[in-house]
């Protein structure tokens, strides 16, 4: 980003996805204008995409102060590539989820939408119950969309306990994505979904009575499911082999596909989304994210 950071201070520019990329460190970003006030909160951006990125949030920070509203960010760390020789192949390594939070505070004032996929994990030494390793929105009162993948909700809640007082005060939708699914059973050449392999992390109707109880405006629970067929081989082979064929479905629709709802995993579905719906007014959704490789 040291050689493109000027796209952060394109006057008009609104949507902008990078891919690929290292934020490098803050020193080397724009040190001309550096500490030039009239450059901070004065772009039009509003939407931003960090897609397989290497991030440091010091510079996070710095590239989020130039945007005068920011309205929807997505991170996806570079978590594909398996490390090589024991180390990151990332800069910057681990992003403290705490560091992160502070980054994202720049744009606390006017975030409604957040998505992340992240690569943390934690080291010899770092234990989960030390709180800069968990993720607190509880500052982000415009956030009403907010997006995990399965390692981040972790950081939020962790050791399965309830993510209470960490959530967006105002949230309406949460959607959790890279749930493994467990191995499917083939019958008739159909994959087969069974009870067990619905792994739904906050789907008890004790938990959510204190989630609609604390959060009121919360509306909607998405769950997306991930399958993939086997990585054999090196990665890279693999990666170069690769089709994402990504299918959204609902779970009234599994019956119809090659993804299929075993009569009793449908019927556990359907009763605990009917409750949910009438007790609570939430919206349960599942989807499924299916990677093919050939």
């Known amino acids: 980003m040291a050689k493109y950071a000027s796209l952060?201070?394109?006057?008009?520019?609104?949507?902008?996805?990078?891919?690929?990329?290292?934020?490098?460190?803050?020193?080397?970003?724009?040190?001309?204008?550096?500490?030039?006030?009239?450059?901070?909160?004065?772009?039009?951006?509003?939407?931003?995409?960090?897609?397989?990125?290497?991030l440091l949030p010091a510079t996070l920070a710095l590239l989020l102060s130039f945007p005068r509203a920011l309205r929807s960010l997505t991170i996806s760390e570079g978590t594909r590539y398996k490390p090589r020789n024991g180390n990151f192949v990332r800069q910057h390594g681990n992003m403290i989820p705490e560091e992160l939070i502070g980054a994202l505070n720049v744009q606390k004032d006017s975030l409604e939408h957040l998505s992340l996929n992240l690569g943390f994990t934690l080291r010899l030494g770092q234990h989960v119950d030390d709180t800069q390793y968990h993720l607190d929105f509880s500052a982000f009162e415009l956030l009403r969309v907010l997006e995990l993948d399965n390692r981040a909700l972790k950081l939020m809640a962790p050791r399965g306990r309830n993510p209470m007082g960490r959530l967006p005060p105002n949230i309406e939708a949460l959607k959790v994505f890279r749930l493994k699914l467990n191995l499917l059973r083939d019958v008739r050449d159909s994959a087969v979904l069974g009870p067990t392999d619905l792994n739904m992390p906050f789907c008890s109707v004790a938990l959510l009575r204190r989630i609609k109880n604390a959060y009121p405006g919360f509306k909607q629970l998405e769950y997306v499911m991930e399958y993939s067929t086997d990585f054999d081989g090196e990665l890279e082979d693999a990666i170069q082999r690769e089709i994402f064929n990504l299918v959204r479905l609902n779970h009234d629709e599994m019956h119809r596909s090659e993804f299929r709802l075993s009569d009793d995993a449908l019927k556990i579905l359907q009763d605990r989304s009917a409750t949910i719906q009438e007790k609570f007014g939430i919206q349960l959704k599942l989807s499924i994210l299916v990677t093919w490789v050939p």
Do not use: V
Request: glycine letters at 2%.
């Open 8 to 54: 952060f201070l394109h006057p008009t520019l609104r949507s902008l996805r990078i891919s690929c990329a290292s934020t490098d460190y803050p020193s080397r970003i724009l040190p001309t204008i550096q500490g030039d006030s009239q450059f901070f909160y004065s772009t039009s951006l509003e939407n931003l995409h960090f897609e397989e990125c290497d």
